[in-house]
């Protein structure tokens, strides 16, 4: 399937910016001929936070299986894990962003993105998230049928996120359930089926995720409040450092069930109290006036993430040595 031409026409051809929440120094961004740059948006492959935070609820998952199992890392299931949060996050930002051009184009942090500005068609961005979703569909075909399963049940959240903002003012709660769902995916490609130490995983996932998005939104308070587009940042308003501090704590207890049913030891332990320590850093130093803070603040996660998965992941490796 190939991908249709960008139209003709002088705003159209012109060469993208980087948008401002993206890595205008990331070699994929650089390198990339002009012609690829709105694709290379609209998939966020320049803004490779998105799915580093996708992808480690499936690490942590899995990693935390195979620990409980006293085994090592099933390497071969982390890779794939990362190939299918690539492309699944360029999927669900594709469709994101053509279910919001109308809203992102009043939006500053926004209003370049490819479809908002013009640069791309929807019927561009239609045949790119289908090649997307064919990416994730051979990764998910990998695994076992029941993780199959569980994988395709996501779309349920993935589906309704974009919808969220306009009806609620928890639109963070519903990114969490999809964006979690590694939390199941990661335990069901090895166990073949859900226990506890997953569910507890995933619902911890979703806290965490929910105070970072709420971060992430404090960047459009201002806008989102002009056009009624709502969020958890707006809600929380002057109260959004102890609101996020109580989702995050939330998180390190609900992990900390998981690591206990699980029975993994003291390496998983260490790491959820480096995660734990991360993100007391990240609520004292929230500053919900500070947008390049608060992107800071959102970035950092990748970093809190990678802590708690090298504890569970050290358990088990450890566990197989021994």
């Known amino acids: 399937m190939k991908l249709p031409a960008i139209a003709a026409g002088p705003e159209k051809t012109a060469e993208a910016e980087a948008l401002p929440d993206a890595r205008s120094d990331h070699p994929i961004w650089r390198y990339a001929p002009p012609g690829l740059r709105p694709y290379i948006q609209l998939a966020r492959l320049d803004r490779p936070i998105g799915w580093w935070l996708l992808l480690l609820p499936c690490w942590w998952s899995s990693a935390l299986a195979t620990s409980s199992l006293g085994r090592s890392p099933n390497l071969l299931h982390l ?7 690539m492309a699944m996050r360029g999927a669900g930002s594709t469709y994101n962003d053509l279910v919001d051009r109308e809203i992102d184009a009043k939006v500053e ?3 370049n993105r490819p479809l908002a500005s013009g640069r791309l068609e929807p019927r561009q961005a239609l045949v790119f998230l289908v090649l997307e979703c064919l990416v994730g569909l051979a990764v998910l075909l990998s695994f076992n049928w029941f993780a199959v399963a569980v994988g395709f049940a996501s779309l349920v959240f993935v589906v309704i996120y974009p919808f969220m903002k306009r009806i609620t ?3 963070q709660a519903v990114l969490g359930l999809a964006f979690a769902w590694g939390g199941l995916m990661g335990w069901a490609a090895v166990m073949s089926s859900l ?3 997953a569910f507890l995983i995933y619902a911890a996932a979703i806290l965490w995720t929910m105070g970072y998005d709420t971060i992430y939104a404090l960047q459009d308070i201002r806008d989102d409040s002009l056009i009624g587009v709502r969020s958890t940042a707006r809600l929380f308003g002057a109260s959004v ?6 989702l995050f704590a939330g998180a390190v207890i609900l992990t900390e069930a998981a690591l206990l049913t699980a029975r993994v030891g003291l390496f998983a332990q260490l790491g959820l ?21 608060a992107l800071m603040l959102f970035r950092a996660n ?3 993430g990678l802590l708690l998965f090298a504890g569970i992941a050290l358990d088990g490796i450890v566990a197989q040595l021994i």
């Open 79 to 85: 890779s794939l894990l990362l190939i299918g949060a």
């Open 109 to 111: 942090r926004t209003r």
């Open 169 to 171: 003012s928890w639109p």
């Open 195 to 197: 226990a506890w130490p």
């Open 241 to 246: 450092r102890s609101a996020v501090g109580l």
């Open 273 to 293: 109290l480096a995660f734990a320590a991360h993100l007391i850093w990240q609520v004292r130093t929230i500053d919900a006036d500070d947008r390049q803070r």
């Open 302 to 304: 990748r970093d809190a």
